[in-house]
């Protein structure tokens, strides 16, 4: 069961992403982006599995965020992650591609310290 809730976080994590970048794109080019229901909706399903999965897989592994740095950071992240995203959706024209940017390069390193169980993510790599 492990190993299926596993994939299905990081499937989610995959949709989550791609359908940020797909929103963001679309919102930088081609102005003032997707209305239809379906993006409106969308994210907010598969975030909201996302967020199930990953609860699952802490609740089956028994993990303790605040005892567990590598989730304790990894979850302070997907916090900044958030905000930016929100950001990138809602400050003005010119900022917007930077809170965009940062958003995805902040969900990067949340990859990054998911794979390597890390802190640091993948600057624990440098030594």
Do not use: N, Q
Not at 60 to 77: F, I, N, S
Not at 88 to 116: D, E, K, N
Request: glycine share 8%.
């Amino acid at each position: 069961m492990y190993a299926e809730v596993k994939v299905a976080h990081i499937l989610f994590a995959a949709t989550s992403v791609g359908l940020f970048a797909m929103r963001g794109m679309a919102m930088l080019w081609i102005r003032p982006g997707p209305k239809t229901r379906v993006w409106r909706i969308l994210p907010h399903v598969v975030d909201t599995l996302l967020l199930a999965c990953g609860v699952w897989l802490v609740l089956m592994l028994r993990l303790d965020p605040l005892r567990t740095p590598w989730l304790e950071v990894k979850l302070g992240c997907v916090v900044a992650y958030i905000v930016l995203g929100v950001l990138a959706f809602r400050l003005p024209g010119r900022w917007r591609p930077w809170a965009f940017a940062a958003a995805l390069t902040m969900f990067g390193f949340i990859a990054s310290i998911a794979f390597t169980h890390d802190p640091r993510g993948i600057f624990s790599l440098l030594g």
